[in-house]
């Protein structure tokens, strides 16, 4: 029997499987971590939203972090023919491709998203495939309906596709169509020399989560518990630890110790970086920070000029006041290296509002900023309404600035379009970091 510390969780689904996975990044970690566990995979489905959280948590806990997917591969155009499986990230090649399959599939899809086999076939480096299981596995789906000449060519399909990096998954969730397949699966794997691997379909922690859990895909599919063609998962669909997953497959140590070879196999995670702003195009001669200046000096002096200061215009103390504010404010944006960030902001805004698209007067922390009012960003003087700019921008409190941004929902997609189309020729040339909403 294997060793009942060498076991790895290949399959699960973390919250980012919305209405579907349960599990918070950091209670995961936790989870894991308290069953001894040396690394684990988060596979969600047709998603890598948790990736980065994932990397960041589980290495700081020195869990090695597997990254994944579940994903649908079809079988040519036939919707029928369609099974899942898993992929699993090797290296930063496989990243990648992952990358490219899951964005290919949602982009193309207007109902369910599927990979089909040729398209893996063009991007299958890095990656190692797990064949899924008895419930809608690709290959073993195919056994457990009857259709073993079918799951026989997929399979042989699939490795001779990537040899060496697919394994015939073995589930022991107790359903009838795992006992019923089983044995059918393991000599089809024998017989064409695939290997197997043990994987338990996790969804959440432990076995007193399956009633919520239960609710979660109920409202999931619109549906209630008394109906009974809905979806539904066993009790055994939690965290097992590696004594329990030893106990299950006694008979099949080596799918248990192939969980290990597999994690030796992925040395791959997201790393953090810092965010890099691009250099807004300024006048020859002239730095960001001084065009930064140049643009909200005479941005306020506008605003000096419209309805509503009267009695601000002309006053040298008030004026003073606002001057001040904006000195403290220019420097701190300075400071952080943010003065490109502004401009840019400021560019789509001020050519949604040259357009006619409605945009919101602000909201959140950017609201507190004068050089943002200054420029046009917002709408609401923070003097006026006695809004701090610390709570928005912060040199103690390193991080990027957020302008939470409305723009009309009908419209939205041109200030999109403007946004991509100005990042590859100017006058801005990336997205900045910034929340836009339909309003």
Known sequence: MSSPNLFVHLRLHSAYSLAEG?????????????LEQPAVAVTDTFNTFAALEFSDKAASKGIQPIIGAQ???ADGDDTAARGEVVVLV???????????????ALLASE???SVTVDQLRAHHDGLILLTGGAAKGFVAGAVADGQLPLAKSRLSQLNEMMPGRVYVEIQRHGTAREHASEQALINLAYELDVPLVATNDCYFANPDMAPAHEVLLCISQGMTLAQDDRRRETDHHYLKSASEMAVLFSDLPEALDNTVVIARRCAFKVASKDPILPAFPVPDGVTEADHLRDEAVKGLKKRFASPGFEEIAGNPEQ?????DRLEFELGIINQMGFPGYFLIVADFIGWSKDNGIPVGPGRGSGAGSLVGYALGITDLDPIRWGLLFERFLNPERVSMPDFDIDFCQDRRDEVITYVQQSSLSGPCRRVPPCVISGG
């Not at 349960?22 to 308290?34: K, N, R, Y």
């Open 319 to 323: 004026e003073k006041i606002y001057f």
């Open 111 to 113: 109902d369910v998203p």
């Open 22 to 34: 349960t599990f918070q990044i950091g209670d995961l970690i936790g989870a894991v971590s308290a």
């Open 90 to 104: 090797q290296n930063e090649t496989g990243w990648l491709n992952l990358s490219r399959l899951i964005s290919g």
């Open 71 to 73: 994903i649908t591969l």
